[in-house]
C-alpha cells in the first residue's frame, strides 16, 4: 500500500473517531436536556393544555389596556431610565481596574489575579433581585437600592468581559512598548488600553440595555421604577392596566435598543 493510500486511510479514520465523538456529545446533550425537560414538567403537555383556558381568559380581561393613568407613569419611567444609566456607569467604573487586575497578562500577581476572579463571580452569582431586597432592607425604599443592585450585580459580569478582552490583546504593541522602556501603567495605557476600548464601550452599551430591561423589574421588590407601578397593578388585578404598562415597557426598551445601536455604530 501507498504513503499516499495510507495517509488518506489514517485522515478517514481520524475524521471517523471526531465524527463519533462529537456524536456522543450531542446525544449526550440532548439527553441532559430532555431529562430538564421532563424533571420541570415541560413535556407534560397533559398539564399545559390545561393552563391554555386560564392564560385566555387572563388575557382577554386584559383588553383594551387601560391608560388612565399613563401621565403617572412618567415619572416611575424616568426613575427606571436613571436607574439603569446610573448602575451602568458605576459598574464600568468599577470593572475598568477589576478587569486589569483579573486579566493573566495584566495582573500584578497570581494570588492578584485569583482573587478578582473570585470577587467578580461572586458579585456575578447573587441576582439583582436578590440584592435588591437586600439593599432595600439597608437603604429604604427608592431607586437607590436599585442603583446599588443593578451596578453591584453588573460588576461581575462587565468586569468579566472586559478582563477577557484585555487576555486577547495583540502583544506587539505591548513589547514595542516594554521595549522602548515604558512602565507598567504606560504600557496599559498606551498599548493595552487603546486595543480595547472599543469591546469596553460595546459590551457597556450592551449591558446598559441589560440593565434597563432588569430596572423595569426591580421595582418589585420596593426599588422604585415603572416595576413598582406594575406591581401594583397587579395586586389589585387590574389586567387592562398591567397591558397598558407593559406596552409603555415595551415602547421604552424598543427606544434603548435603538439609540443603543446608534452608539455601537459611532464606537466602531
Given amino acids: 500500500m501507498s504513503l499516499q493510500a495510507t495517509a488518506e486511510?489514517?485522515?478517514?479514520?481520524?475524521?471517523?473517531?471526531?465524527?463519533?465523538?462529537?456524536?456522543?456529545?450531542?446525544?449526550?446533550?440532548?439527553?441532559?436536556?430532555?431529562?430538564?425537560?421532563?424533571?420541570?414538567?415541560?413535556?407534560?403537555?397533559?398539564?399545559?393544555?390545561?393552563?391554555?383556558?386560564?392564560?385566555?381568559?387572563?388575557?382577554a380581561e386584559s383588553f383594551p389596556p387601560d391608560f388612565t393613568n399613563v401621565r403617572n407613569w412618567f415619572s416611575p419611567l424616568m426613575d427606571t431610565l436613571a436607574m439603569s444609566i446610573a448602575g451602568t456607569a458605576?459598574?464600568?467604573?468599577?470593572?475598568?481596574?477589576?478587569?486589569?487586575?483579573?486579566?493573566?497578562?495584566?495582573s500584578p500577581h497570581p494570588l492578584v489575579f485569583q482573587v478578582s476572579r473570585v470577587i467578580l463571580n461572586s458579585l456575578r452569582?447573587?441576582?439583582?433581585?436578590?440584592?435588591?431586597?437586600?439593599?432595600?432592607?439597608?437603604?429604604?425604599f427608592g431607586a437607590l437600592p436599585g442603583v446599588l443592585a443593578l451596578g453591584l450585580h453588573s460588576i461581575g459580569m462587565v468586569g468579566k468581559f472586559f478582563a477577557e478582552a484585555i487576555e486577547h490583546v495583540d502583544e506587539a504593541p505591548v513589547e514595542a512598548a516594554r521595549a522602548a522602556g515604558a512602565s507598567k501603567m504606560q504600557i496599559l495605557y498606551h498599548a493595552v488600553l487603546p486595543?480595547?476600548?472599543?469591546?469596553?464601550?460595546?459590551?457597556?452599551?450592551?449591558?446598559?440595555e441589560y440593565?434597563?430591561?432588569?430596572?423595569?423589574?426591580?421595582?418589585?421588590?420596593?426599588?422604585?421604577?415603572?416595576?413598582?407601578?406594575?406591581?401594583?397593578?397587579?395586586?389589585?388585578?387590574?389586567?387592562?392596566?398591567?397591558?397598558?404598562?407593559?406596552?409603555?415597557?415595551?415602547?421604552?426598551?424598543?427606544?434603548?435598543?435603538?439609540?443603543?445601536?446608534?452608539?455601537?455604530?459611532?464606537f466602531k
Avoid at 125 to 140: D, Q, R
Avoid at 195 to 208: E, G, K, N, T
Avoid at 226 to 235: A, P, Q, W, Y
Wanted: charged share 15%.
Fill in 9 to 59: 486511510q489514517d485522515l478517514l479514520k481520524r475524521y471517523s473517531q471526531r465524527w463519533q465523538k462529537q456524536t456522543l456529545q450531542v446525544m449526550a446533550v440532548l439527553v441532559i436536556i430532555l431529562l430538564a425537560s421532563w424533571y420541570v414538567d415541560l413535556l407534560n403537555f397533559e398539564k399545559l393544555a390545561q393552563g391554555i383556558p386560564a392564560i385566555g381568559t387572563l388575557g
Fill in 90 to 106: 458605576m459598574a464600568v467604573i468599577f470593572s475598568i481596574p477589576m478587569a486589569f487586575l483579573a486579566a493573566r497578562n495584566t
Fill in 125 to 140: 452569582s447573587v441576582p439583582e433581585l436578590i440584592m435588591g431586597i437586600i439593599f432595600v432592607a439597608a437603604v429604604g
Fill in 195 to 208: 486595543q480595547v476600548m472599543p469591546q469596553f464601550a460595546d459590551v457597556s452599551i450592551y449591558r446598559w
Fill in 211 to 266: 440593565n434597563f430591561r432588569a430596572s423595569t423589574v426591580m421595582g418589585m421588590v420596593g426599588a422604585g421604577g415603572i416595576g413598582f407601578e406594575l406591581m401594583g397593578s397587579l395586586r389589585i388585578m387590574q389586567y387592562q392596566e398591567v397591558f397598558a404598562i407593559l406596552l409603555v415597557i415595551l415602547v421604552m426598551v424598543t427606544l434603548v435598543d435603538a439609540l443603543s445601536g446608534v452608539l455601537r455604530k459611532k
